[in-house]
């Protein structure tokens, strides 16, 4: 048995979340193998929305294990609000809920951090979640960090304070930065004490059990491959390994375990924050598509800088990944759309690109496009692919083309039921 892997081929915000949740049933463990609060997973079903940060989606999901991988970084505060917003729904998530020992603990210090960080860069600003993110992974790769498994350890306190010392001298640095540690401290506490109620497990061995044992396991990634900190848009990137490469050292499983690669992106493109967008629409178009697709981060809440679909970059992130089958999503956000366009290469300079070369940071990047007939009907109701107009099949036939790779659903809905299947025998809804 090997592991399947799920996981965004743009920016980030592609709709996993959606696609994991519909994928669960088929799979015996849903795990996450990076990232942590800085993801904004998002699921709708009955009617109902629901936000996920660091808790993989299969969650909803009866009788399926839920696994935070070595790969994620753990903020508890943030982490225990996510477990008291499922307390309504009465999930059980101390039967379906694992975090591996080896994952580690972003603390109050890292998040101000973060803040004094990116405050102190001013215009040259990266678009940080502020959640501490990169300070946990510097920590991490510093060899100071501390894990889920420290939390059981008799000096845990000392060791806090060792590394916290460390940060206000760090603080420093940033004179005009002012906080209150003492307020963060007692709910950043309280929430370890939820933490050591739960199960933490040793997560390299359970996966490699798991799947000697014949299990199916999801490994389910965060942001997208254009945040890649070796192969996104650097350095307005993320601090983990987004690509498939990041399940391997997220969860402990070798390249050779690795099976299916199912590559999830927008039917356009979208990006949060600062870094290059070759095909950004700075005008009403974009005004559009970010009002019909409610482009505002789960995480954040800033509104999506939007354009349309890039070849160029897919490609490039197809060709990373290994994707071997693809799910096109919000599809109905073009709707209402007389003509769709498509970015098939860049002009840089004289030279022309079918491919996302080195450096689109300090260069100008011309996106040339091609015109695709847009189908300008309700597609939110579809309950097949064969009910679909004309012209949304001819661009979905259209991008699997040039991309080379079998686009096996099309998402139509935030809902899970509005989820179509394209292919014989690929991806259900």
């Given at each position: 048995m090997k592991v399947d892997v799920l996981l965004g081929l743009q920016w980030g915000d592609e709709?996993?979340?959606k696609?994991?949740?519909?994928?669960?049933p088929k799979y015996d463990i849903i795990a996450r193998f990076q990232g942590g609060p800085n993801a904004g997973h998002t699921l709708e079903f009955n009617g109902i929305k629901?936000?996920?940060?660091?808790?993989?989606?299969?969650?909803?999901?009866?009788?399926?294990?839920?696994?935070?991988?070595?790969g994620v970084v753990i903020d508890p505060v943030i982490f225990q609000g996510e477990l008291d917003k499922l307390e309504p729904f009465n999930i059980d998530y101390k039967s379906r809920l694992?975090?591996?020992k080896k994952a580690h603990l972003i603390l109050p210090t890292h998040r101000l951090l973060d803040a004094a960080s990116e405050a102190a860069k001013g215009k040259d600003k990266i678009g940080s979640t502020l959640k501490g993110i990169g300070p946990t992974y510097m920590d991490k790769t510093g060899r100071n960090g501390l894990r889920v498994g420290d939390i059981y350890s008799p000096n845990f306190k000392e060791k806090y304070k060792a590394l916290v010392e460390k940060h206000k001298q760090m603080l420093k640095r940033y004179k005009d930065f002012n906080y209150d540690l003492s307020e963060l401290e007692g709910p950043w506490m309280a929430a370890i004490e939820l933490l050591k109620e739960l199960e933490a497990v040793d997560s390299e061995q359970y996966i490699n059990d798991a799947i000697k044992a014949g299990k199916k396991v999801l490994a389910e990634g965060a942001?997208?491959?254009m945040l890649d900190i070796d192969f996104g848009t650097y350095p307005f990137v993320t601090s983990s390994n987004t690509v498939t490469a990041g399940t391997c050292t997220g969860l402990g499983v070798a390249p050779t375990k690795i099976g299916n690669v199912?590559?999830?992106?927008?039917?356009?493109?979208?990006?949060?924050?600062s870094g290059p967008f070759p095909t950004e629409l700075e005008d009403e178009v974009g005004e559009k598509i970010r009002k019909e697709g409610s482009e505002f981060g789960a995480t954040t809440g800033r509104p999506r800088r939007c354009g349309w679909v890039d070849l160029p970059q897919l490609k490039y992130a197809i060709m990373i990944n290994g994707a071997s089958e693809l799910s096109m999503m919000k599809a109905d956000v073009l709707d209402n759309f007389d003509t769709i366009r498509v970015c098939t290469h860049y002009l840089i300079g004289e030279e022309r690109y079918d491919y996302f070369p080195y450096d689109v940071n300090d260069v100008e990047v011309v996106p040339v496009y091609e015109d695709i007939k847009g189908w300008n009907c309700d597609t939110t109701k579809l309950t097949s692919i064969n009910e679909a107009p004309a012209e949304l099949k001819a661009y979905v036939?259209?991008?699997?083309?040039?991309?080379e790779v079998p686009i096996?659903?099309?998402?139509?809905?935030?809902?899970?039921?509005?989820?179509?299947?394209?292919k014989e025998n690929k991806v259900l809804a």
């Open positions: 709709g996993k979340g696609i994991v949740d519909v994928l669960t629901h936000v996920l940060h660091t808790i993989p989606s299969g969650i909803f999901r009866d009788g399926v294990m839920n696994l935070i991988g070595n694992l975090i591996s942001q997208g491959t199912i590559g999830i992106f927008k039917a356009y493109c979208t990006r949060v924050g036939e259209y991008l699997e083309r040039n991309l096996t659903v099309v998402s139509v809905g935030p809902d899970r039921t509005q989820t179509l299947e394209n």
